[in-house]
């Protein structure tokens, strides 16, 4: 288990086709950032809706679209230090806590 | 397809033999304990917080100074990078400042009185398709602009200058031309980082490893100090150059930057004849390569997908770069795969370093060199320590400030650069 979930590549549940490649995945970032109306906010704002993503060191819940299969975006909880993956949901669902009470070590926004 | 390296006398390509390395001093830099006190701290000891230490020593007079770093001196980027420096970018803000950089560059062994193997055999960028062709004539052109030494070869020039590459067009992607630096070139480089330790040590320089911060005495949103596993030192201004770990720290601090950390791989082959007498990059296919002094070839390409720490990434990207360098170069197909890697690459938005003032009083950050940063080295701590002794930015990091995702002057480097950052 070591080598392939560590060293080769990442193996990444879809929700809808089951486990497959990374190479199989487009990354997304950040996931659950909600898209806001820019006339209602500063430039400083806007700028942070922009260009501002987490970016912890620990469990991140992030984007992926499975483009070699169902064409789908879908979100789940990865560790940023072991590559672990953790909890995998819809988007526009509840957010599932990420798998340890630790929370996350660094920049949440 | 003949290789033209068969016919050399064993040792050489043409001009050179393999390099025998000189002798290291029994002691770079002194190992201290750290003060209570100092009238600046930079955070990060990696090749840009020692280069900045060593200028604000040098330049601006500060002495009274320490670097922190929280594993060993030159652990992260600077020991994990394919060495390359070049200037040839295509905005004027990024020539201005990279062209500074390699300025630098080309007097350091003899300002830091320590020999790092700089070499200024060139960098080549190929060029495979119409588009392609278009975008770096366009590049050369600038570059002719900003005064960076650059030219255009076809692909006959190409192979005249490198008999080991692989001009046929019944490859996927042939070569059609390809931008040449002739002062590009490499380094070696750990011994940048060292020399660079010793220079500033010399000076008067504390540095200090396995060192964390742990948080920032900030009131009245001024920074008065910072809290370390080996307690809370007092000072007046820091300087925040930690690339893949800068986010946590400006968390630290209270505030976001545009950064995301990724993982990007080289690696190594075991020491071969001298084959490869410049630096070759590819975007297309997505590879770059040089021969290391000892005789490794060096390759990397582009990073990861995903936000890591980890400092290892997946071999597939490691495969992908192997089969376009193998297309390029067919005798490397029988070289061997040594040694893999991964450093944790500070992404900013548009590619582009951020350089200069926080919203936090005499709190400076030095982030956002993304894949690009090893050659930007000596540029980057010049301007790093001018603007931690001066409160202000110097004109040449003044385009690079935090402030440009909100006013919108972003400088979007990512078709300029040798690889998709």
């Known amino acids: 288990m070591l ?37 209602a906010m500063t430039d400083r704002e806007w700028a942070k809706y922009l260009h501002i993503r987490a970016n912890p060191k620990g469990w991140l819940a992030e984007r992926w679209v499975h483009f070699a299969g169902c064409g789908r975006w879908f979100n789940l909880w990865r560790n940023t230090v072991t590559h672990e993956i953790g909890p995998v949901y819809l988007p526009f669902t509840t957010q599932p806590k990420a798998p340890n009470d630790l929370g996350q070590e660094g920049s949440k926004v | 397809m003949t290789n033209t390296h068969d016919t050399l ?55 009274d100074i320490a670097v922190l770093e929280k594993g060993w001196l030159a652990g992260g980027n600077i020991a994990r990078n394919t060495t390359i420096i070049r200037s040839n970018y295509l905005w004027d803000e990024s020539a201005a400042i990279y062209e500074h950089s390699l300025k630098l560059w080309e007097t350091l062994e003899q300002d830091l009185g320590y020999e790092m193997f700089f070499s200024q055999r060139g960098v080549l960028t190929l060029a495979h398709s119409v588009s392609d062709v ?20 076809t692909p006959a020039e190409v192979k005249k200058l490198v008999p080991i590459i692989n001009i046929s067009a019944e490859v996927r992607y042939p070569v059609h031309g390809a931008t040449y630096q002739p002062r590009g070139g490499i380094a070696k480089h750990d011994w940048v980082a060292w020399g660079y330790a010793k220079a500033a040590s010399d000076l008067g320089v504390d540095i200090i490893q396995n060192t964390e911060v742990t948080g920032f005495d900030i009131r009245n949103n001024k920074v008065h100090g910072v809290h370390t596993t080996q307690g809370t030192i007092a000072t007046s201004k820091i300087g925040l150059v930690a690339a893949g770990h800068s986010s946590l720290l400006a968390s630290l601090a209270g505030f976001s930057i545009p950064i995301q950390s990724r993982p990007l791989q080289a690696l190594v082959s075991p020491l071969l004849e001298q084959v490869l007498n410049t630096v070759v ?141």
């Open chain 1, 3 to 39: 080598p392939t979930k560590n060293y080769y590549m990442l193996h990444i549940p879809c929700p809808h086709c089951g486990l497959r490649n990374e190479t199989e995945f487009h990354y997304g970032a950040e996931a659950g950032v909600s898209y806001p109306d820019p006339n």
């Open chain 2, 281 to 421: 990059m590819s975007s297309a296919v997505h590879v770059y390569v040089s021969q290391a002094h000892k005789g490794e070839l060096v390759l990397g390409a582009g990073t990861d997908a995903y936000n890591s720490y980890s400092q290892r990434g997946g071999f597939h990207v490691i495969e992908h770069q192997l089969a376009a360098a193998v297309e390029l170069f067919p005798i490397f197909s029988r070289a061997q795969l040594l040694r893999t890697w991964g450093g944790i690459v500070d992404i900013a938005p548009d590619a582009s370093p951020i350089i200069g003032l926080t919203p936090v009083e005499n709190l400076f950050i030095n982030t956002g060199w993304g894949t690009g940063g090893f050659k930007a080295t000596p540029g980057s701590g010049w301007v790093m320590a001018y603007t931690m002794a001066n409160g202000a930015p110097h004109e040449l990091n003044q385009p690079f400030a935090l402030d440009r995702f909100v006013t919108g002057h972003l400088i979007d480097e990512h078709g300029a650069a040798g690889v998709a950052h």
């Open chain 2, 134 to 153: 278009r975008s770096k004539r366009r590049n050369f052109y600038a570059n002719a602009l900003n005064g960076v030494d650059s030219e255009w070869l």
């Open chain 2, 9 to 63: 006398p064993p040792g050489t390509i043409g001009r050179r033999r393999a390099a025998t390395l000189p002798e290291q001093p029994p002691q770079l830099w002194k190992s201290v304990k750290p003060k209570k006190t100092y009238d600046a701290i930079i955070v990060g000891g990696g090749g840009h917080g020692l280069a900045t230490a060593y200028y604000l020593a040098k330049n601006h007079g500060l002495t």
